[in-house]
């Protein structure tokens, strides 16, 4: 999980000055000095957790904060603050203002351009734009292949012309893109194994030949202060408008994300967060450094649900516990609703007061939801329907169906059976039946 190992030191700091009550200067600079070896041993560049450490505690030994009611609170937002400038203070917004947006994907071998390429179309898609991926990386074996893969996934077509002339190809597909009616032109091109020039002068005459609205470099975060050095040396050539982070989710260290903006000036556009073609999101520095402070992210959180959830089914659903008539084929799309917001951790690290450290312990496994689904889908309509209908004969017969154990039904049937005899008890009043729709807890692993 991203920031895992940072999020629960900085939290175990905090903790220890929340237990202090008011703050002397001794105790801020030893709080500092955690802070410090937690941001190294998290990757971050030593220039920038230097300068970082500086800001934050020239501004915590203060007035603000030795003369707060709650001076650990204040150190806190402090943090928070400085954080959020390291990553770029605001969202860096990409360049729309052309009639055809270009977009360069440039990056090493293996940082994941050619399935970024998609994620990224499929969420300019999701925003009303008309992307075309374009298959220029003509070396890499299978490359044009993996894009058109990518493509159909997503729904977006592929411009290609085979093995010719990477820069032929990026000055056609943006012809093609005129007389199509795309928006945006995103270019998957070439990458090595590390930087050289045969690679560079190529994405710089790729460059001089379309103008592009944006370069982005694709790195993997995984490979932490690596990323930024390669961030580095792209810069030096192509003058990069922004970044994409790739396998966000999988780096419990996050120095790449922490350190990128301050060392290159480059900000950090988009973050992938799994592996699903789902899983770019735009990058907010505030909404970052909250996660980081295990703080949560409300309003990713909305936006998820807000994009996600069907609403013409929440209003039915909502019809359905007024009339106490919910049954398994309800819960089964509630279920699905759920899955596509993405993995149980990422949702429930968004919530506040969610840490991973509180959560310790507690199995949070994405393939329970997908056992659950296979018990549902291994009933007849009849019995989602009336699930009182079903004994001992049904239970084993669905159990087999769906691979699961007899155990496993009987959890889940137990599971429906609360929900139900909640939805009743709260169904008394109108009052109740509001409190219903808000805190109803259809999954309960």
Known sequence: MAFESLTQKLNDIFKKLRGKGKLSEADVKQAMKEVRLALLEADVNFKVVKDLISKITERAIGQEVMESLTPAQQVIKIVNEELTSLMGSTQSKVDFSKEITIIMLVGLQGSGKTTTAGKLGKLLSKNGKKPLLVAADVYRPAAITQLKIVGEKVGLPVFTMGQQ???????????????????????????????????MNELVNISHAVDPSEILLVVDSMTGQDAVNVAEEFNKRLQLTGLILTKLDGDSRGGAA???????????????????????????????????????DVLTLIEKATADFDLKKAQELEDKLKTQSFDLNDFKDQLSQVKKMGSLDQILNMIPGFSQQKLKGVEIDDKELSRVEAIINSMTLEERSNPSIINGSRRKRIAAGSGTEIQDVNRLLKQYAQTKKMIKQFAGSDKSRKRSKQKLPFLNF
Do not use: Q
């Open 165 to 199: 002339d990477p820069i032929d190809i990026s000055k056609a597909s943006v012809d093609y893109a005129k007389k199509h009616n795309h928006d945006v032109v995103i270019i998957d091109t070439a990458g090595r194994l590390h930087v050289d020039d045969d690679l």
């Open 258 to 296: 922490l350190s990128v903006k301050a060392v290159t000036g480059c900000p950090i556009k988009y973050v992938g967060m799994g592996e699903k073609l789902d899983d770019l999101e735009i990058f907010h520095p505030e909404r970052m450094a909250s996660r980081i402070l295990g703080m949560g």
